[in-house]
Every structure is written in structure tokens, then in C-alpha cells.
């Protein structure tokens, strides 16, 4: 009985054990509803964390667009003044489309007057004209401004090392009046004197000859400012002119890119094409001119050049003329000496010795009055005008064998009589005449207002 009993115990124990385990290991099954964790993957809404696309309002950011009001970009560098140079335009509490109105620049904090020429006509009935020195290249001698009055209103009413400022009624300084239906018009002319350099064939100038009109026009109740820049009619193409030798001048056009570089050396590392003319220029840049001979390859040819000149017109013997180099030598009469160029094994070229390179300053011819006797016979300065046009090189060249007394190269500097003495010693038998195509003088003007 007892045994029995015990066998029970037993087998209930055993049965108990089962049911235990039996329902410890069932919940783990449920652990697969662990996939509810799958509703962690609304971690997805990081997607939706993407939303700092709210931030895209930060987009706003882009109204540094009204930074447009920078839109000067076109004449911005007019307005490049330094601080100390600045002069007021306007009242002090002028806005920024204010200044603009009354052609000035706005820093943000003041109207101030650019690098150019300012005109405004106030109601009151004056002109004020602001002239810059940087409103041409090469820059204006400001001091040397003339309207067309002589009478004392036409001095500047106030003058810096980089401003003057002129300030005259309408009706003075020998402005012009003129009608047109419903518009008075009050006009004037500003000019700037310029040196001018007078050869045995022409006259030249490296200045800005700065010329403008300048009009007030009374509308009604309205006023407007204008200014009207005087230019010329260019001259007609080129003619080419051949010779017996093939000789080719041409411009070069390499530039300095890097600190240190020689602009002398490095401009003949690249020349215009004849697709780029005609080459502008403006007064006083170097104009790098190279003569070359061609189709020719024996190492012992020297060229020489003789004369070379420049003309108006393309035509080489034309008038006016202005020499640049003399036997081979700068011309001295000329107060921007014509600088030679040395053509060495330095080069890189194959034959040297076939190549002349010399450089000179840029000019424009002035044509000059009739002669006046109580002068001397001399031309007339008050009647000299820059054209303002092309001009051409043209280039005396010949090829010269070296000897023992002579090495072809030009003596420069030394008296005249050894120059003769020289020339007729060099042996010139085979010569041509090699002229460019043509420079355009760029108009000295950067900007009006």
C-alpha cells in the first residue's frame, strides 16, 4: 500500500514536471510576437526625419538674391573707390534708389560719386559735373578740363587727387540753349587737354583726349541728366604690301601669369591671329611687334630692319607718319623711347638671327591745323585733334650676311656720323616692305554716368 502510494507520488510528480515544462517552452513560441517589436520599424519615420525639409523655408536664404542690389556688377568697378577718396552725393539721408537716381553709388551707408563722369541737373537750374581721374585709361589729367566758357564759373568749385567737381547755371560757362516742343535743352562740351609730340611727318599723343556733351533737359516739371560721348568714323581695311622677300610682322600677345615672370619675354610666347584683328589697344599699352623672315632656313642670314614707321592709313607712304625706329635704333625724338628686344638662343626659335622684336608705346595720330605765320609757319596747336583711328606698322627689312667688320647688328646711340658711315657699309641686297594689320586705338572712356 505504501508502495503504492509512493509510485503515485511519484507519478504525480513526474506529470507535474511535464505540465511545467510544458508551459515554460509555449511562451517562447510567443516570442515570435516578438515581430510586434516590428512596430519598431516606424524607426522609419526617420524617413519622415527627413521632414527638416521644413527647413527648406531656410531656403530664404537664397533671398541673398536681393543682394542683386550688387547688380552694379555690370559697372561695378566704377564703383570701386577707396575710403579716403570718397566724396558725398546727395544728403546724408539718402536711400539706395535715391542714389541711384542721381547716378551715384551706394555702399549701403553713403552715396558717394564713382569712377567716372557724373552729370546732374537740378531743378534749380545748375549743372554739376564730378570727373573721376581712373573715368579714362591712362587717366585723366583732371587738372586739364575745360568747358566751353571761359568766364569763372567754369573752374571746379572743388578738387581731390582723384576728383574734380565743377558746378555752373545753366546759363553760364558758354552753355548752349536750344527748344524742341515741351523740352528746353541746355548743352555743353567738356574736354581735357593733351600733350602732343611733333615729328618730321606727323604729331602723335599717348594721352586721353576725353570729349563729351553734356545736356540738361527741362520736361515739364522733370529734369534729365544726359551724356553723350563724341567719337569718330573708323578709316577704311587694310591693303596689303609684298615685297621681294618673305617677311611677316606680326603682334604678340602673351601675358604674365605668374609672379615674377619677365612681360618682355613672356609676350612673345604667343601672337595674334588673323582672325583677332583688328587688335585693340589703348593709349600707352606695349605693342609687341615681331619681324621674321620665311621660308628661309639657312642659320647665317642675319635680318636687319631700317626704318620702321607708323601711318594712319594703310598705305605706307601715307601722311601723317611717326617713326619708331631709325636705321634699326629707337627714334629718339620720341619722349617713349622704342625699346629693342634681343632674339637669342635663349628663344627656343631655330634661327634666331631671323627674327627683329621690338616694342613701343601706343599712341593715336593728331591731326594738326594749317600753318600759321604768326607762328612761325608752325601748325597751329589750338587746332590739333586726336583721331583716334587704326594705325599700321610698316617695317624697312633686309637680310644681311655677318662679316669680319660687320655683324649686322644696329649701332645705336653713337654719333650721326657713324651711323651714316655704318649704313652705307651694310650690304642690303635683298630688302622688303612688311606692314601689319591694323590696331584700333580703344576709346579712353571706362564709364559715364
Request: aromatic share 8%; charged share 20%.
Amino acid at each position: 500500500m505504501a508502495m503504492k502510494l509512493i509510485c503515485g507520488c511519484l507519478l504525480a510528480l513526474a506529470l507535474l514536471g511535464c505540465l511545467v515544462d510544458a508551459q515554460y517552452f509555449k511562451p517562447q513560441k510567443p516570442q515570435q510576437p516578438q515581430q510586434p517589436q516590428q512596430p519598431q520599424q516606424p524607426k522609419i519615420p526617420p524617413k519622415r526625419y527627413i521632414p527638416p525639409q521644413p527647413q527648406q523655408p531656410q531656403q530664404p536664404q537664397q533671398p541673398k538674391q536681393p543682394q542683386q542690389p550688387k547688380q552694379p556688377t555690370e559697372t561695378f568697378h566704377s564703383c570701386e573707390v577707396e575710403e579716403h577718396y570718397k566724396i558725398q552725393c546727395g544728403a546724408p539721408s539718402i536711400t539706395a534708389s535715391e542714389c541711384e537716381a542721381i547716378n551715384c553709388c551706394f555702399d549701403g551707408r553713403t552715396c558717394y560719386y564713382g569712377k567716372s563722369v557724373t552729370l546732374q541737373c537740378t531743378k534749380d537750374a545748375q549743372f554739376i559735373v564730378v570727373v573721376a581721374k581712373d573715368a579714362t585709361l591712362p587717366n585723366i589729367d583732371i587738372e586739364s578740363i575745360s568747358f566751353l566758357g571761359n568766364d569763372q564759373n567754369c573752374s571746379p568749385v572743388g578738387t581731390t587727387s582723384a576728383f574734380a567737381i565743377y558746378q555752373f547755371p545753366v546759363t553760364g560757362c558758354g552753355t548752349v540753349m536750344t527748344e524742341e516742343p515741351g523740352v528746353i535743352i541746355y548743352e555743353n562740351r567738356m574736354s581735357s587737354l593733351y600733350e602732343v609730340a611733333i615729328g618730321h611727318y606727323g604729331a602723335i599723343t599717348r594721352d586721353s583726349h576725353y570729349e563729351l556733351l553734356v545736356q540738361c533737359r527741362y520736361i515739364g516739371t522733370s529734369v534729365e541728366a544726359l551724356v553723350i560721348e563724341v567719337g569718330l568714323v573708323p578709316p577704311p581695311p587694310p591693303v596689303a604690301a609684298p615685297g621681294p622677300l618673305r617677311v611677316e610682322l606680326r603682334l604678340a600677345n602673351g601675358q604674365c601669369n605668374v609672379k615674377g615672370c619677365v612681360e618682355a619675354t613672356v609676350a612673345y610666347s604667343s601672337f595674334y591671329a588673323d582672325s583677332d584683328y583688328p587688335v585693340t589697344k589703348v593709349l600707352r599699352d606695349p605693342v609687341y611687334v615681331e619681324v621674321r623672315i620665311l621660308e628661309r632656313t639657312d642659320p647665317n642670314l642675319v635680318l636687319t630692319l631700317g626704318r620702321c614707321w607708323a601711318t594712319a592709313d594703310p598705305y605706307p607712304h601715307s601722311l601723317p607718319q611717326w617713326d619708331l625706329l631709325i636705321d634699326g635704333c629707337p627714334y629718339r625724338d620720341d619722349r617713349y623711347l622704342t625699346a629693342l628686344v634681343p632674339v637669342d638662343a635663349s628663344s627656343g626659335l631655330a634661327c634666331p638671327t631671323h627674327h627683329r622684336r621690338f616694342i613701343f608705346k601706343m599712341f593715336t595720330f593728331v591731326a594738326t591745323g594749317a600753318a600759321n605765320p604768326s607762328k612761325g609757319g608752325a601748325a597751329d596747336p589750338e587746332v590739333m585733334t586726336p583721331l583716334k583711328e587704326k594705325i599700321y606698322i610698316h617695317c624697312d627689312a633686309a637680310v644681311c650676311q655677318p662679316s669680319l667688320g660687320n655683324n649686322c647688328e644696329p649701332r645705336c646711340f653713337r654719333k650721326r656720323r657713324d651711323i651714316a658711315a655704318s649704313v652705307q657699309r651694310a650690304t642690303r641686297a635683298e630688302t622688303a616692305l612688311v606692314s601689319s594689320q591694323e590696331l584700333v586705338i580703344v576709346g579712353p572712356s571706362k564709364t559715364t554716368q
